[in-house]
């Protein structure tokens, strides 16, 4: 599970993602990796061989894909953005800390905007969706997976 839980919270890999493929397709990795492997509340982080998830790698990959989801429309014309967007999310969020690792280490080749006054509750958005004409009405399904 270690290298599965590397590549999902690693913004590069993110960003990478997204401009070869559809953002969408990325969620669906997501989904499939935290459907298939098991939730243990009491295992160790650093046990490599373990089948089960530990509570913090958990909510760290739980973390990433929730921002993805949120941002995936703006990803799939922008996947540049990963970063900037990362980083503007509130500062404890693992997701916020790794886009901030990365800019304090000048992997950013690009300029990129800061907000300054930037929220430091979650972002109540759960998902952005995208289409071409006005929406009249949604129906979410009775297990609330699909809308």
């Known amino acids: ?15 990478n993602k ?33 089948s089960a998830l530990s509570y913090v790698q958990r909510i760290r990959v739980t973390d990433f894909h929730n921002f993805v989801k949120t941002f995936a429309p ?6 540049e953005l990963v970063i900037q ?10 997701v916020a800390r790794e886009a901030l690792r990365i800019v ?3 992997e950013v080749e690009t300029a990129w905007f800061q907000y300054l006054n930037k929220s430091q509750l979650a972002d109540p958005c759960q998902m952005s ?14 297990d609330g997976r699909r809308i």
Not at 1 to 15: C, D, H, N, P
Not at 74 to 79: I, K, T
Not at 85 to 94: G, K, L, R, T
Not at 132 to 137: E, F, W
């Open 1 to 15: 599970w270690k290298g599965v839980e590397e590549a999902l919270t690693s913004l590069r890999f993110i960003e």
């Open 18 to 50: 997204c401009r070869a493929a559809d953002p969408f397709q990325l969620l669906t990795d997501f989904s499939a990796a935290l459907d298939a492997v098991q939730f243990h509340p009491i295992l160790d982080d650093d046990d490599e061989g373990a």
């Open 74 to 79: 703006v990803f799939a014309s922008h996947p």
């Open 85 to 94: 967007q990362a980083a503007n999310m509130p500062d404890e969020s693992p």
């Open 104 to 106: 304090g280490d000048a």
């Open 129 to 142: 969706l995208k289409c071409n004409g006005p929406i009249d009405a949604v129906s979410y399904a009775p």
